[in-house]
């Protein structure tokens, strides 16, 4: 039977890091022995102090509507926190805190975006980009790269994909899936190209900034010429393992910041009241008391790539940042392998789910349909006997 549902809801996609998610835990209470790289979710726990402060919170009797920008306190701790971290200089009527770095992105692209509006993609990009732009009517566009450009575009190409329509760019780096992050002088030239298009906005999304390996990541909103129409998207979820605690925020040009606020209003109100109040003490506090997450991940990393090479066919690149491996497994497409045919990145990550019980996500999902997503934040011995089993499959 088909259900009468709106023409908005049946053309939107299902997230397929959150699918792959839920079907391996599916498996899983079928009593297979799944290992789950789909999703990038920290396995540690939230820090102690920052649990403390949720804690206090609830004693404290916190538990009222929240202003639907956030509480004051906490928007003045991002302000402290965008200066420290990434010298960019905000004011509190700038910020608008929400459920999650998810709907900061959300809010931004509805109160930006009109029907037929393009929102420029570089590839790869994470997966709920395209999704929600599409639910705002309006047109994603690619820009592609590949492993042979370390999954990077060009000033060239950025400017090739401007149309009188283009409204939005989104950036991301470190980048969601590849780990890529883009250096200050990389941005500077992608942003003498913006410059010539003052309609074009952009969104920088920088949920993973703190966990970097080589360099500290470069805030494009710090580009002086491109302040003034750079929405900078963080949230509490990587950095502090806060995931299900749903702290995002956006530090905006005032006129957004209102109109993204106005929108909360009418949909979700402020967010969660306790999160809130534990996420000043996380901001507040220096990044190193959460340093010994990204030392861990960053030997992980060192790991996952160093068994991932022994795999012939899989041509993998060092990530910067975040915790993904973005191989390239189209050396593998034409090839039947455990009597399954294999043409696409879909077909080798169902291959790897049914026949090595490994959970990751398809490239196709994020624009790059050569390459699958393998998330590392996962204990080392789960990466190790993943690898062990998918390189059994392969061979
Ligand atoms: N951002 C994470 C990921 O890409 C969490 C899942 C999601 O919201 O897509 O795996």
Redesign the pocket.
């Known amino acids: 039977m088909t259900h009468p549902l709106s023409d908005r809801i049946k053309s939107l996609p299902a997230?397929q890091?959150?699918a792959m998610?839920a079907k391996a835990r599916e498996l899983r209470n079928e009593g297979k022995d799944i290992i789950g790289l789909?999703?990038?979710?920290p396995d540690f726990n939230t820090p102690d102090f920052i649990k403390e402060a949720a804690i206090e919170a609830i004693n404290q009797d916190y538990n009222s509507y929240t202003p639907v920008d956030g509480y004051a306190e906490l928007k003045d701790a991002i302000t402290v926190k965008f200066k420290r971290d990434n010298n960019v200089e905000y004011k509190a009527s700038q910020i608008v805190v929400s459920t999650g770095a998810?709907q900061s992105i959300a809010n931004v692209m509805q109160v930006l975006l009109n029907p037929g509006d393009e929102v420029l993609l570089p590839c790869p990009y994470?997966?709920?980009y395209s999704a929600i732009a599409t639910l705002c009517e309006a047109t994603p566009v690619e820009i592609p790269s590949s492993i042979d450009t370390n999954f990077k575009i060009t000033a060239d190409q950025l400017e090739a994909a401007i149309t009188p329509k283009t409204k939005l760019i989104l950036f991301n780096s470190p980048n969601?899936?590849s780990g890529v992050m883009y250096s200050k002088e990389e941005y500077e030239a992608l942003a003498a190209v913006l410059e010539k298009y003052p309609n074009i906005y952009v969104m920088s999304d920088e949920i993973y900034e703190h966990i970097n390996y080589e360099a500290k990541p470069f805030s494009f909103a710090a580009i002086p010429s491109m302040y003034d129409r750079t929405i900078t998207v963080n949230g509490l979820a990587k950095a502090f393992a806060m995931?299900g605690w749903r702290i995002g925020f956006i530090g905006a040009p005032e006129w957004i910041a209102k109109a993204c606020t106005k929108l909360q209003g009418q949909i979700t109100s402020g967010t969660n009241c306790i999160a809130q109040r534990a996420a000043i003490t996380a901001l507040l506090a220096s990044p190193e008391k959460v340093q010994y997450m990204v030392d861990e991940f960053k030997n992980r990393r060192e790991i996952i790539i160093g068994l991932l090479k022994e795999i012939d066919g899989v041509n993998i690149s060092t990530p910067d940042g975040a915790f993904y491996v973005f191989p390239d497994i189209s050396a593998f497409f034409g090839k039947t392998i455990k009597g399954k045919e294999i043409k696409t990145a879909s077909d080798f990550a169902m291959l790897l789910l049914e026949e090595a019980n490994v959970a990751t996500?398809t490239g196709d999902a994020f624009g790059a349909p050569s390459c699958i997503r393998i998330?590392y934040a996962a204990s080392e011995a789960q990466i190790r006997e993943a690898i062990k089993r998918i390189k059994e499959v392969l061979s």
């Open positions: 997230s890091t959150l998610a789909s999703l990038g979710e998810k994470w997966v709920s969601n899936p995931t996500v998330s």
